[in-house]
């Protein structure tokens, strides 16, 4: 059983490109999560989506963000107009089905560079 | 979101001393999770502790769900050079979403 699948692993971007990233879950596993770290830095919550739906997407910038989980593919965590600032890992994590205590499981993040 | 205090932000210890770190929380969580990573890695998951009062183990790893299910303890006996890493908490919330601490980095001096 494949764990959670993120790419690509490196992405380097100019300013005012585009960065898609990447997320594929974990077999099974419905839910999935986005979260942003700095370096040295902890994890930063982004958004929560369920196949088709986003579930909570709070902690993602109103503007030139959006993510995404369609019924078949990966999740897609899309970035428009990229500054320096989104510099950053992008994690991603999955669970399995909702109402039920679980574990979230990690990919090994996309580490985007802006230059 | 949710804010989870986790303490300490670093420790530096000697090889074989025993680590302690503890997460709280303003609210109550279903579950308590427990992360180590390492650099350029993702998280990857230690411990899951499902009932307040549960005591878990995995190894030299023990961790503890809260009474008042608004904490969580790890403790790490024995330290090795390869336990060098952040470990993070975590908590689910009864929405499913999962909050994480700001981190503790650790040190072992061989």
């Known amino acids: 059983n494949a764990g959670v699948m993120q790419n690509p692993r490196h992405l380097v971007r100019r300013r005012g490109q585009e960065a898609r990233l990447r997320c594929s879950p974990m077999?099974?596993?419905?839910?999935v999560y986005w979260y942003r770290q700095l370096p040295e830095e902890g994890l930063k919550f982004m958004v929560y989506?369920?196949?088709?739906?986003?579930?909570?997407e709070s902690g993602m910038p109103k503007e030139r963000f959006s993510a995404e989980f369609p019924k078949e593919g990966p999740s897609i965590l899309r970035i428009q107009q990229v500054v320096r600032g989104d510099s950053a890992a992008y994690f991603c994590?999955?669970?399995?089905?909702?109402?039920?205590?679980?574990?979230?499981?990690f990919g090994q993040g996309t580490r985007l560079t802006v230059v | 979101g949710q804010q989870l205090n986790q303490s300490p932000q670093s420790m530096f210890i000697q090889e074989g001393e025993d680590v302690s770190m503890n997460c709280t929380s303003s609210?109550?969580?279903?579950?308590w999770l427990w992360y180590k990573q390492d650099p350029g890695e993702g998280p990857v998951l230690l411990i899951a502790?499902?009932?307040?009062?549960e005591l878990t183990s995995n190894g030299r790893l023990t961790a503890q769900f809260g009474i008042t299910r608004k904490d969580s303890f790890l403790n790490i006996s024995a330290s090795i050079p390869s336990d060098v890493g952040i470990y993070f908490c975590?908590?689910?919330?009864?929405?499913?979403?999962?909050?994480f601490g700001t981190g503790t980095s650790l040190t072992v001096i061989p």
């Open positions: 077999k099974g596993h419905s839910h």
């Open positions: 989506l369920q196949k088709e739906n986003i579930i909570d």
């Open positions: 502790l499902y009932k307040a009062g």
């Open positions: 994590a999955s669970s399995p089905v909702q109402g039920a205590s679980t574990e979230a499981f």
């Open positions: 975590a908590g689910q919330s009864v929405g499913n979403q999962f909050y």
């Open positions: 609210s109550i969580f279903n579950t």
